[in-house]
């Protein structure tokens, strides 16, 4: 696959898991003025595979974003190829190996027994805050548009990925770390020994906010996603 050519700068965005290409609509509105935008969502299975795919199609140097299991990819290829990562925005997402992957491999098989719904059920209470219905709607709605064999084959990648905090920790390009303070499935004390290590790092928590800042927080994750965009332009 041939990158297309551009003149103007790339941000590429990659969704949480398994959510559906408009999981960033709100915030590729607010940066459509300073960035061309693509939002790519893929399953290949590992994230090494789905890294050389996002790969093939950037332009030489590109912005790049990813949000849990987009953050994930994001990581692996920021990993893979540093030298062309312009800067770096991260939500609640972890550079380290999982925890449990058999655990998470019997999740993937589970869902392609029963369908997505009853995993929907559980996450739909914890993903975003009590009171952020517009934000759970909206994930549903984005997960049900991928379904069940999408969200099995990126768990599955997520659960054998590979621990890249020492790639991360030489990475010196512009980072935003955005962190939902209140996130269930990566705590922000994540976010903040991340934060820590990386040598041009700005970590942002959003209090009261949970896993995924861009639907519970959309106009604050586009305000501070234009700040970090203006200041990798500023660059050059």
Known sequence: MTAPATDRPVLIMLPAMPCAAGFYDAQAAALADLVEVRVMVLDEPSLAASAAKVLAAAPSRFLLAGTAYGGGLAIEIAATAPERIAGLWLMN?????HTDPDEALAMSARVRAEGLEPLLAEWAGIIVAPEADAARRRFLELARAEGPERFARQNEAAARRSDHRAALARLDVPTLLLWGADDRFVP????????????????????????????????ETGRLGREFVREVLGRG
Do not use: F, K
């Open 93 to 97: 997402c972890n550079p380290r190996p």
């Open 188 to 219: 922000a004390t994540v976010g903040r020994t991340l934060a820590s290590s990386m040598p041009a790092a700005r970590y942002v928590e959003l209090p009261g906010c949970r896993h995924l800042p861009a639907l519970e927080r959309p106009e």
